[in-house]
């Protein structure tokens, strides 16, 4: 398995960016998707998880702004980031989880700034 990110880029506060994952390899042996985020310095931190058959997960500070979602044949998933703040400046990696193992994508550099 592995994961393609992509979808990042400089917006100004209040824009909107919608973040892709893509899965090369067992599609449905990926029963878990979603996105961390990390700023230099800082240690890694959750955004929003996706679990089959489960309700989105979302981290507080971006409630009601960001949605997750898997379509279709859900070899994709997409963070659609709406009302962004300088705050949400950092590099977005996508998690895909197959039960007890762990694939990162690269990374997309999300950048918001006026």
């Known amino acids: 398995v592995q994961l393609v990110d992509s979808g990042g880029g400089t917006v100004q506060p209040g824009g909107s960016l919608r973040l892709s994952c893509t899965i090369s390899?067992?599609?449905?042996?990926?029963?878990?998707m979603g996105w961390y985020r990390q700023v230099p310095g800082q240690e890694r931190e959750l955004v929003a998880n996706?679990?089959?058959?489960?309700?989105?997960e979302y981290a507080d500070f971006v409630k009601g702004r960001f949605t997750i979602s898997r379509p279709g044949n859900r070899a994709t998933a997409y963070l659609q980031m709406n009302n962004l703040k300088t705050e949400d400046t950092a590099v977005y990696y996508c998690i895909g989880q197959t039960g007890p193992r762990a694939y990162w994508g690269q990374g997309t550099q999300v950048t918001v700034s006026s």
């Open positions: 996706l679990r089959l058959g489960y309700s989105p």
């Open positions: 390899g067992s599609v449905i042996s990926v029963v878990s």
